[in-house]
């Protein structure tokens, strides 16, 4: 199973959804050198994860939705 960083900071704190991104970012890299796997078994790895974590599973959510929204904006980015 990746490794995933527990939260360093208490739910409501202003930083920890930039700290539950990143976490995520770091879990991702890691899942990216095994296997192939498709969009959604990515994201039920990450959500499993970072709940097993201690993450809050709407954190997560939304994280990955931010995550997914900044790959779309870099990729736009490439074409221009």
């Given at each position: 199973m990746t490794y995933f960083a527990s939260?360093?900071?208490?739910?409501?704190?202003?930083?920890?959804?930039?700290?539950?991104?990143?976490?995520?970012e770091a879990a991702l890299k890691h899942m990216s050198?095994?296997?192939?796997?498709?969009?959604?078994?990515?994201?039920?790895?990450?959500?499993?994860?970072?709940?097993?974590?201690?993450w809050e599973e709407e954190e997560l959510r939304i994280a990955i939705a931010d995550l997914r929204r900044n790959a779309a904006l870099g990729l736009q980015g490439l074409s221009e």
């Open positions: 939260p360093k900071r208490p739910v409501g704190h202003p930083d920890r959804a930039l700290d539950c991104e990143e976490a995520l050198e095994g296997e192939t796997l498709g969009e959604r078994d990515i994201e039920a790895r990450l959500v499993q994860g970072g709940l097993a974590a201690g």
